[in-house]
């Protein structure tokens, strides 16, 4: 797979690229990432990246014609199909599904900007798809874009060390169980007996019911998008 990001800032990517897993997927040939500054496709002698919006109105807005040449070129240079996403507050909300999802595509072209909006041609024409990371605005796509290839790399089937995306919060839209490591006592903080018992089966039930009572808790939200057999239905039930 290959990434493109295209952003006015690209030495914001520099530590989280090339640290832990991200910098591993990178070494093992799982990922390409390229990072590229789109100013360098401004076609006026200012560079100028933006422009005042017509009909007036506060901000600038950033202009069609530098992204369209800076997506044409790196779409040419991949020889790959590509998936253009745009990262906006305005798009659809991020999801490990999503995730899963731009993990298909052979070539990324990340779309970032920063403090202002864009030409709504950019939307229309140049993007096949639109992501938010959260309702709240953040100065530049940047940060999301960090968000986005770090959680698509990590899932790479080349990544995966071991089958511990399993249980992943939501990779069942469950959030995950609890988990100890020794001593099985800490200062008379024990770890629950079930899973010093070794009992797979005990253990593999006392999990699913945690990973159950704990989304019941903290996001009840989560539990209207997953089977549940009606004897947990019933478990959660309040
Ligand atoms: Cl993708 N971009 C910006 N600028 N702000 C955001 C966002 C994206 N997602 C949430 N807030």
Redesign the pocket.
Known sequence: MHIDVLSLFPEMFTGVLNTSILKRAQERGAVTIAVTDFREYADNKHKNVDDYPFGGGAGMLLKPEPLFAAVEALKQASGKKSHVVL???Q?APYTHQKAVELGTHEHLILLC?HYEGFDERIREYLVDEE????D??????EL?SMVVVDSVVRLLPEVIEHDSHDDDSFAHGLLEYPQYTRPADFNGMKVPDVLLSGHHLNIEKWRREQALIRTAMKRPDLLLNVELSDEEKQFIEP
Request: no cysteine.
């Open positions: 990262m906006s507050p798009g900007g992501v938010s990371i959260g709240y605005v953040l100065t530049g796509g999301a």
